[in-house]
């Protein structure tokens, strides 16, 4: 069975082809960085037009890199949400064309969901109950993966995403965007404990964290050392800002695998690719006894073979869309 994805729900006009739920045949993504790089962050319309013009040069393109017709596809995936409104109806509306022409079955894929699952591709079946860590730009959450499947809240942010607090700071210090990666990069060079800056909730007892304190926490002492006239070694900030985030996704993630009985940890979402996050996810496991589970890093910033990959177990499970499919923005991921 093959399974084309379309992912349109923010700034990558991505497709991805897969096949028997867990062999990638391709993955094509279309990035838009450079368009909203002067803007310093996503600008919805742009997003939304952009995806219009690039969705099916990048589909043409999946099926070519796969080596696949149309006519060999067997149902068409598509991400209905969470996400940017007119940027999902983009893909939303394409999907049903394509569903519609070529008579095939339509998969609605939530993307959150679509995070977790791309880890099939590479590590095989995924064998729940499980723990996952979704950490994106606009999610950052701890859930457990019932062995029925479903998906249910453990605990996770108040306030900011982690992507959002990377993307903030970096912002602040006169980084690019997006500010993940360039945080990342600028990090390697500093000293993670130059600054102590704060681990909010770090004992509250539940799996919740909160990042904005961190956020104002940071700006506050630039702000301090400019005013005393220090200029601020940014590595140095970069590192410590990152390693703040990092302790606090692992000591309740952690957690909440222990407290749960979970032995599996999948780790998903763009900020699964911060190279720190990986390093000490991985100690934190190693040393539980928890078998972590991370997608290569193009798996984990947002693509297309995800939606192939969550829309191929929807249609083994005979769970398919009908032509009204809704997009709904703030689509959860559990429940
Ligand atoms: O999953 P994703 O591609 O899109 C959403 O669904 O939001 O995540 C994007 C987020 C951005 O905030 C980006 O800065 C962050 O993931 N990110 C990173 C890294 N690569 C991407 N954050 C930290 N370190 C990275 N290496
Ligand atoms: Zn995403």
């Given at each position: 069975?093959?399974?084309?994805?379309?992912?349109?729900?923010?700034?990558?006009?991505?497709?991805g082809i897969?096949?028997?739920?867990?062999?990638?045949?391709?993955?094509?993504?279309?990035s838009?960085?450079?368009?909203?790089?002067?803007?310093g962050?996503?600008?919805?319309?742009?997003?939304?037009?952009a995806?219009?013009?690039?969705l099916?040069?990048?589909?043409?393109?999946?099926?070519?890199?796969?080596?696949?017709?149309?006519?060999?596809v067997d149902?068409?995936?598509?991400?209905?949400?969470?996400?940017?409104?007119?940027?999902?109806?983009?893909?939303?509306?394409?999907?049903?064309g394509?569903?519609?022409?070529?008579?095939?079955?339509?998969?609605?894929?939530?993307?959150l969901?679509?995070?977790?699952?791309?880890?099939?591709?590479?590590?095989?079946?995924?064998?729940?109950p499980?723990?996952?860590?979704v950490?994106?730009?606009g999610?950052?959450?701890?859930?457990?993966?019932?062995?029925?499947?479903?998906f249910?809240?453990?605990?996770?942010?108040?306030d900011?995403a982690?992507?959002?607090?990377?993307?903030?700071?970096?912002?602040?210090?006169?980084?690019?965007?997006?500010?993940?990666?360039?945080?990342?990069r600028?990090?390697?060079?500093?000293?993670?404990?130059?600054?102590?800056?704060?681990?909010a909730?770090?004992?509250?007892?539940?799996?919740?964290?909160?990042?904005s304190?961190?956020?104002?926490a940071?700006?506050r002492?630039?702000?301090?050392?400019e005013?005393?006239?220090?200029?601020?070694?940014?590595?140095?900030?970069?590192a410590s800002?990152?390693?703040?985030?990092?302790?606090?996704?692992?000591?309740?993630t952690?957690?909440?695998?222990?407290?749960?009985?979970l032995?599996?940890l999948?780790?998903?979402?763009?900020?699964?690719?911060?190279?720190?996050?990986?390093?000490?996810?991985?100690?934190?496991?190693e040393?539980?006894?928890?078998?972590?589970?991370?997608?290569?890093?193009?798996?984990?910033?947002?693509?297309g073979?995800?939606v192939?990959?969550?829309?191929?177990?929807?249609l083994?499970?005979?769970?398919t869309?009908?032509?009204?499919?809704?997009?709904?923005p703030?689509?959860?991921?559990?429940?």
């Amino acid at each position: 069975m093959i399974v084309l994805g379309i992912e349109t729900s923010c700034d990558e006009t991505a497709v991805g082809i897969v096949e028997d739920r867990l062999t990638l045949r391709s993955n094509v993504i279309a990035s838009q960085i450079e368009l909203h790089a002067p803007y310093g962050g996503v600008v919805p319309e742009v997003a939304a037009r952009a995806h219009l013009e690039q969705l099916l040069p990048t589909i043409d393109h999946a099926l070519v890199e796969a080596g696949v017709r149309l006519s060999d596809v067997d149902a068409i995936a598509v991400t209905h949400g969470p996400g940017l409104i007119g940027a999902l109806l983009v893909g939303v509306s394409a999907a049903k064309g394509l569903a519609l022409a070529h008579d095939l079955p339509l998969l609605g894929v939530n993307h959150l969901r679509a995070h977790v699952e791309v880890a099939q591709l590479e590590h095989g079946e995924l064998e729940p109950p499980l723990a996952a860590l979704v950490v994106s730009g606009g999610h950052t959450s701890i859930v457990a993966m019932d062995a029925d499947g479903r998906f249910r809240q453990l605990g996770g942010t108040i306030d900011d995403a982690a992507g959002e607090a990377f993307d903030k700071i970096a912002r602040f210090i006169g980084l690019g965007y997006p500010g993940g990666p360039e945080i990342d990069r600028l990090a390697r060079d500093g000293d993670p404990t130059a600054f102590r800056f704060p681990r909010a909730m770090a004992g509250s007892g539940d799996y919740d964290v909160s990042l904005s304190g961190l956020k104002t926490a940071v700006i506050r002492e630039l702000r301090r050392l400019e005013a005393a006239g220090i200029e601020p070694d940014l590595a140095d900030v970069a590192a410590s800002f990152q390693e703040a985030i990092v302790d606090v996704q692992v000591d309740k993630t952690l957690a909440a695998a222990r407290d749960q009985a979970l032995e599996t940890l999948v780790m998903a979402g763009g900020v699964a690719a911060n190279s720190r996050l990986r390093e000490a996810m991985g100690d934190a496991c190693e040393r539980a006894g928890v078998r972590l589970l991370i997608p290569s890093i193009p798996l984990c910033t947002d693509n297309g073979a995800m939606v192939a990959a969550s829309g191929a177990n929807l249609l083994a499970a005979g769970t398919t869309a009908s032509l009204d499919l809704a997009v709904d923005p703030s689509l959860p991921l559990a429940g």
